[in-house]
């Protein structure tokens, strides 16, 4: 029988994470929607350069969303939390989202599916390539999130979903790269990335001195 603490994260704490997680969405497609005129919200505009708004939002939130995930483990060792698990494999199937979003967009209405265009880019933008490679690596993760592939894969699925540290690197990398002149906020994402793998270096490296540390023996 489930326990009080497994109806909340079921019944209230997974929806209202899910509900979170679509207001990027649901603010990019109602900025779309007022800016073709069907729908009356003006605070919804998206200014001047709508689509670039649009790429900008679902990139931010496919980072925003990376690094919560990767802050699910700090903080659930920090409080002693275990059900804080429970919501990481949500937070990460949502950036995935994001990030198909934010590559759909790109290769849409901002490119507008045109090869020519983009292989000009990539070449003239070299962080474009770094972005692509973390949508590559974030599939494999996406397809295995699932309970039966954790099963089928045992401790394999662990070794490859390492690479979401990778894949969070380069999606800040990505975004610096982009940023011409003012890289104060690529510079916060970073340091929030570079916190939350020192942290997980220290833990590692705590945990290696201890068991490497010789027991004294006991009096007898």
Avoid at 50 to 78: C, E, F, M, S, W
Avoid at 140 to 168: C, D, E, F, G, V
Wanted: aromatic share 12%.
């Amino acid at each position: 029988m489930a326990s009080a603490i497994d109806r909340r994260y079921r019944f209230i704490y997974k929806p209202l994470l899910f509900l979170a997680c679509l207001v990027p969405f649901a603010w990019a497609l109602g900025g779309v929607l007022a800016g073709s005129g069907l729908l009356h919200a003006p605070q919804l505009d998206l200014g001047a350069d709508p689509v670039r708004k649009v790429l900008g939002i679902v990139g931010k939130t496919t980072l925003n969303l990376l690094l919560i995930t990767l802050a699910v483990t700090p903080l659930r060792q920090l409080t002693g939390n275990a059900h804080l698990l429970r919501l990481r494999r949500m937070l990460g199937v949502f950036a995935f989202f994001y990030a198909c979003l934010h590559f759909l967009v790109y290769v849409g209405p901002f490119q507008a599916f045109s090869a020519d265009a983009i292989v000009k880019d990539i070449v003239k933008r070299p962080y474009i390539t770094l972005g692509f490679a973390a949508l590559l690596m974030l599939v494999p993760l996406a397809i295995t999130s699932t309970n039966a592939m954790m099963r089928r894969l045992k401790r394999r699925w662990q070794s490859l979903h390492r690479l979401i540290y990778l894949i969070a690197i380069l999606g800040v990398w990505h975004y610096w790269w982009q940023v011409k002149k003012d890289v104060r906020e690529p510079l916060i994402y970073a340091a929030i990335l570079a916190a939350l793998l020192g942290w997980r270096l220290w833990k590692r490296w705590s945990a290696t001195s201890r068991s490497a540390t010789p027991t004294a023996p006991e009096r007898t």
